[in-house]
């Protein structure tokens, strides 16, 4: 493997053969980098948030040693948040050399401290910031507002602190001279896509925190009346709140299965939540886009609902070349 663009780790809390979205585009991202020249290493967390059956990216994959969470508990989710922290911090000082850059997601979110080690290293430090987590959390607690000002500044002393903080999406809650928006991009094929099976809707993934049922169930309710079929393939909390007209399964087995789903309807759902607009933004639109699909959307608002419309506009073939024009310029700066 030639070294000559210089060496790149790409860390994120889950790695194949998991199918955590984060983890997808962490490897997606290395393997253009791995083809493109520069010494890349995926360094992951070695846990489990979603079962899959992908293929392998072509990056070596680096696992460390770390404790394993249970989805749907606070406490074990923390515990295992802690332990990949940790791990990642340890390997960064015994991997990571000067001038090298180090690309971290915000997967698990305590990363945010991370640049400490890397910058004791004398490396660079990205934060690939897809989940925007003092927003994020009212989802689970719609907490008190002094203490949300003061985690909003803690993220935001730590985040100002990389050398570069890369928002996936704009309505992200982070708004300063270091943060650039490099949105994110399909994730599947869609050369040539036939035509799709009429009167069917499909929503795919995580139904959770982050999302507005109401609203969601406002969407499928309009488009029950127009003769439209409803289909969820998901999982989270938000799921078992779903009416039982809804026909709601687990979340497609492998990348195959979701390319067919994907195919077969006729209209693709994201969904969003009014009340929590600097949070997040739902990375599966892209797939839906590439797939020429129409797409209803519900609960978007305020910059969620700007965000769209510029992700509707979005030259998503090109962001993948931004993001290595963004390593290769902080490599050459060194």
């Known amino acids: 493997m030639s070294e000559t663009r210089g060496r790149v780790h790409l860390l994120n809390q889950y790695l194949w053969p998991d199918s955590a979205p984060t983890g997808i585009y962490t490897e997606m991202l290395a393997d253009r980098l791995t083809a493109r020249g520069f010494a890349t290493t995926l360094v992951g967390g070695g846990g489990s948030y979603r079962e899959s059956t992908r293929p392998a990216p072509a990056t070596p994959i680096v696992r460390l040693r770390a404790q394993r969470g249970r989805r ?119 050369s040539e896509p036939p035509p799709p099976e009429p009167g069917t809707a499909l929503y795919t993934g995580n139904f959770g925190y982050g999302h507005d049922v109401a609203s969601f169930v406002a969407m499928c309710e309009r488009l029950r009346a127009q003769g439209c079929r409803i289909t969820v393939r998901g999982d989270g909390p938000g799921v078992a709140r779903l009416p039982a007209w809804i026909d709601t399964r687990p979340p497609f087995a492998s990348a195959e299965e979701l390319h067919a789903g994907l195919l077969r309807h006729a209209v693709h759902l994201v969904a969003a939540h009014p009340q ?59």
């Open 276 to 334: 929590i607009r600097s949070a997040i933004f739902p990375s599966k639109i892209w797939n839906s886009l590439a797939a020429g699909r129409p797409i209803e959307a519900s609960g978007f608002a305020g910059e969620m609902a700007a965000e769209l419309e510029a992700t509707l506009r979005a030259p998503w073939r090109e962001h993948r070349a931004e993001w290595e024009k963004l390593i290769a310029d902080k490599l050459s700066d060194e």
């Open 72 to 190: 749907g508990s606070h406490v074990s989710t923390l515990g295992e948040y802690w332990s990949v922290n940790a791990a990642f911090a340890d390997y960064i000082r015994r991997e990571v050399r000067a001038g090298e850059v180090v690309v971290i997601s915000s997967a698990p979110p305590l990363t945010i401290h991370l640049h400490r080690e890397i910058h004791r290293q004398r490396a660079i430090g990205i934060y690939w910031l897809q989940d925007y987590y003092p927003e994020l959390l009212r989802g689970v607690w719609d907490y008190p507002t002094p203490i949300r000002s003061w985690l909003g500044r803690h993220w935001h002393r730590h985040l100002g602190k990389w050398d570069r903080v890369v928002k996936s999406a704009a309505n992200l809650g982070y708004h300063a001279a270091n943060a650039a928006v490099i949105r994110n991009w399909p994730t599947l094929d869609f």
